[in-house]
């Protein structure tokens, strides 16, 4: 299995440039999120889906739009990107690792995102 | 607003310390509560979790202790080495899958 994959591994924007990060799980996860990770804030939420067709805001949503396009796949776009989105964006997914009894995040190697 | 707090930003012992990472949270209701270690340029891997109605958690060389009534939960590493320097973040989970991270702490252990 290769768990939570995503691409771009690095990209960098000129502002009010458009892209979307992809993001794919092959562990049939139904939950998937997507965090941006900033020096000394953490981890913050930007969006996540429950299960396929359905997607809901998280902490901080502004800027973003995202896609369920199947159980696998999530997608996270810019539509016009500005430098306070300059971050590192971690998608993940949960589920049940075996033998313990509580969900696991786990989280793709990230897409580091740079906007000029 | 912050619902979990973490500290200390950053830490550095010596091989064979035993660093302490402390963590708080607020009065909303949570099911466990996760510790995940990040190495550099690498995702968030899952270290060690804990539920609430325990009061310490040991695995290997990492052991969680959670104090219920102060909302408190910590995370200790004995006889750290190097290969433990990485970034810890601690969590407050809920079974339906929504977690709210710390701010988390770079851990250095000098040889």
């Known amino acids: 299995n290769a768990g939570v994959t995503q691409t771009p591994k690095f990209q960098v924007l000129k502002t009010g440039q458009s892209m979307t990060l992809q993001c794919a799980q092959d562990?049939?996860?139904?939950?998937m999120y997507w965090y941006r990770q900033d020096p000394g804030m953490g981890l913050r939420l930007i969006y996540y889906?429950?299960?396929?067709?359905?997607?809901d805001k998280g902490e901080v949503p502004n800027g973003y739009n995202v896609s369920r396009l199947n159980k696998r796949e999530f997608s996270l776009r810019l539509e016009s990107a500005a430098p306070s989105q300059t971050s590192v964006y971690f998608c993940?997914?949960?589920?049940?690792?075996?033998?313990?009894?509580?969900?696991?995040?786990?989280f793709g190697p990230g897409t580091r995102l740079t906007v000029l | 607003q912050q619902q979990v707090k973490q500290s200390p930003q950053s830490l550095i012992v010596q091989k064979g310390g035993i660093p302490i990472i402390n963590c708080a949270y607020e009065n909303t209701v949570f099911d466990y509560f996760p510790w995940y270690q990040q190495f550099p340029g690498k995702g968030p891997a899952l270290l060690i979790a804990?539920?609430?109605?325990?009061s310490e958690k040991k695995e290997g060389r990492f052991t969680i202790s959670f104090n219920k009534s102060a909302k408190q939960f910590s995370l200790h590493i004995m006889d750290s080495q190097p290969g433990d320097s990485a970034t810890y973040f601690c969590?407050?989970?809920?079974?339906?899958?929504?977690?709210?991270f710390g701010d988390g702490t770079t851990l250095t252990v000098k040889p």
């Open positions: 562990m049939n996860h139904n939950s």
């Open positions: 969590a407050a989970s809920t079974n339906a899958g929504k977690s709210t």
């Open positions: 889906s429950a299960s396929e067709g359905t997607t």
């Open positions: 993940a997914s949960i589920g049940l690792r075996p033998p313990s009894s509580y969900n696991e995040q786990f």
């Open positions: 804990i539920r609430p109605d325990v």
